[in-house]
């Protein structure tokens, strides 16, 4: 019998009914629920915030996540999935099928006037709870939104000295564009003890002082979505959006401590055993050679300050393992529900690795917190990362290694803002669980596999106008075993770092770069530039991105109105040992 458990000691007080599961490799898949009722499948959509491509132990990581392994065991991971550089991109990429600048979201949240830069959904698209409830589904959300317009007074809302409406409308918020329910954050970036423009339905509401951490929160919310809608009459889909790792590095002290040995071996140590290990699960080829470190990084002997830095990555990990509890519960509660055969489970990143540096004077980082403690914004060797009042990243060092075996970060289009892992689960629909899939998958897929499996139909008009037709394809024959055509050629712009992917040959540049050509085949961690040895390739993709450019609304950056790119900094001279001081 499923026994109650709690999850987390939040303010929310209610408890989610989980069984306990087993978490390591090789538990067989049951048969298909919707092979015996022909009822279309729930759907769970499981979103992770800004995680490397080896941040988990089913991609190389040491960082513990058994539920996720579970998951991967049970189901099937794409090695070669991708997404776009960035947080809103991504997410208008998932929900409406297309490329984010033909959704509206092409930077950020800013309306730039222009149709791909309005900094929000736009309304001559549809989102994927407003098919899918045209499609008989309920529809909730639980998470980050980062898909409207937000206002801010100054810092005055962050600090708590004013009550001032963060928005202006309501239109572009999640029960305006099909969700049923929500609980969740609006903006994109918040403390996980005090998270701002938390929403509960169209309502903002404050979470509890006391007895709060935003990622069990939204666990417990999710578990309690699926309790609710799993002895209805119509199928479900939910989305959960976790913020987690994204940066403020915050998590409670005693799962902090449990890593700090481990990372006290350096990145460079870290970084190699993710390498070899995925190699040994069969995540990456053997002949792709591991990037080199960074050239802003010194070498872990350099570093002065071991226990300030490995705590930075301790936190980092924390972060990650309480995302992964909160998928264990999420797969308990369909199976205490009875629901778990007939459930699709997906789980990705958003972008890759993040190696942005925080500074105070970014406009949505809060100085102090609700009780009035100032708050040490920025990567101060004097405070350690974790509590509430200080907020910090784990830089360009640590960064690299969650993107191993790749090549930069979030922001980028190079292999290490963009890969992502991605891990599906569907008993008898997911065929030989535990295996991995090599075959290319993109994020505007999603909408197209989920217009799929619900058997729903993507409308030929929208509100009096053709619809833009979908730019991904369902990747429901890869969850069966099959051998998907090749797609069409994948594209990505953001802030001026652009690129175009045509079976193995990948074509991408920095912002006010000359194109580079990789052979993603023989090289995937793009070590070797082929552009002057093929010109005509070059010419080709080249082409292939104008054209793209031009239908899908991309401007170039630099003649964005007040485009500012956030590079990431060094945090130090390049090659300088860190100081205690």
């Not at 709870?129 to 909730?140: K, S, V």
């Not at 069409?488 to 540049?509: C, D, M, S, T, Y």
Request: glycine share 8%; with cysteine.
């Amino acid at each position: 019998m499923p026994r109650k458990t709690r999850i987390a000691r939040t303010g929310f007080g209610f408890y989610c009914s989980s069984l306990l599961a087993l978490t390591g490799f090789g538990i067989l898949a049951m048969p298909s629920l919707a092979a015996e009722t022909n009822r279309p499948p729930n759907i769970v959509l499981i979103l992770a915030d800004d995680l490397g491509y080896s941040d988990l132990q089913c991609f190389g990581s040491e960082i513990s996540t058994p539920n996720l392994n579970r998951m991967a065991s049970e189901g099937l991971r794409l090695t070669q999935f991708y997404t776009t550089p960035r947080c809103c991109p991504s997410r208008a990429a998932l929900l409406t099928g297309l490329y984010p600048q033909q959704a509206g979201v092409g930077n950020m949240m800013e309306d730039q006037s222009l149709p791909g830069y309005r900094g929000e959904l736009s309304t001559n698209c549809i989102t994927i709870p407003e098919e899918l409830r045209r499609a008989d589904y309920h529809t909730a959300m639980v998470g980050k939104w980062h898909l409207a317009h937000v206002y801010f007074d100054g810092k005055k809302q962050l600090n708590h000295e004013s009550e001032k409406p963060f928005w202006d409308d309501k239109h572009g918020w999640p029960l305006q564009r099909g969700f049923e329910d929500y609980f969740g954050s609006i903006h994109g970036v918040g403390s996980y003890y005090d998270p701002f423009s938390l929403v509960r339905g169209n309502t903002p509401i404050k979470a509890p002082a006391t007895n709060f951490y935003y990622t069990d929160v939204l666990t417990e919310h999710a578990v309690s979505d699926i309790n609710r809608l799993a002895g209805g009459v119509k199928p479900f889909f939910l989305y959960v959006a976790y913020t987690a790792p994204h940066w403020p590095l915050q998590a409670p002290e005693p799962d902090i401590a449990k890593y700090r040995e481990t990372y006290l071996a350096g990145w460079d140590a870290i970084r190699t055993n993710r390498y070899e290990r995925q190699i040994k699960l069969g995540i990456i080829d053997k002949n792709w050679p591991l990037s080199p470190r960074d050239p802003r990084v010194p070498a872990w002997t350099e570093v002065r300050d071991k226990k300030w830095e490995a705590n930075r990555m301790a936190t980092y990990a924390a972060m990650v393992t309480h995302l992964d509890t909160g998928v264990g519960h999420i797969l308990d509660a369909l199976k205490a529900n009875d629901i778990d055969t007939n459930t699709l489970v997906i789980f990705f990143s958003d972008n890759g690795g993040c190696a942005e540096v925080i500074e105070p004077g970014w406009y949505d980082v809060p100085s102090r917190t609700r009780d009035g403690r100032p708050i040490r914004v920025g990567n101060d060797h004097q405070a350690f990362a974790g509590p509430e009042d200080v907020w910090q990243s784990y830089g360009v060092p640590w960064a690299n290694v969650s993107d191993t075996p790749f090549l930069l970060y979030k922001h980028f289009t190079h292999e290490g803002g963009i890969a992502s892992p991605f891990i599906v689960r569907w008993p008898g629909v997911v065929q030989n669980p535990g295996s991995l899939s090599g075959q290319l998958g993109h994020v505007t897929d999603i909408m197209a596999t989920l217009v799929d499996v619900a058997g729903a139909k993507y409308p030929d008009a929208l509100n009096g106008h053709p619809s833009q037709p979908l730019e991904g394809s369902s990747l429901l024959p890869v969850f069966e075993g099959k051998v998907r055509p090749h797609p069409a050629p994948i594209f990505w712009e953001h802030e001026g770092n652009r690129a175009v992917r045509l079976e193995q040959w990948k074509l991408v540049a920095r912002n006010g770069q000359p194109w580079e050509l990789y052979d993603t085949a023989a090289d995937r961690t793009e070590q070797n530039n082929l552009a002057a040895a093929h010109p005509d390739k070059v010419k080709e993709l080249s082409d292939l991105y104008d054209a793209w450019a031009k239908r899908a609304n991309v401007v170039p950056f630099n003649s964005l109105p007040g485009a500012r790119p956030i590079i990431p900094a060094s945090e130090d001279e390049p090659h300088t040992p860190y100081s205690d001081d």
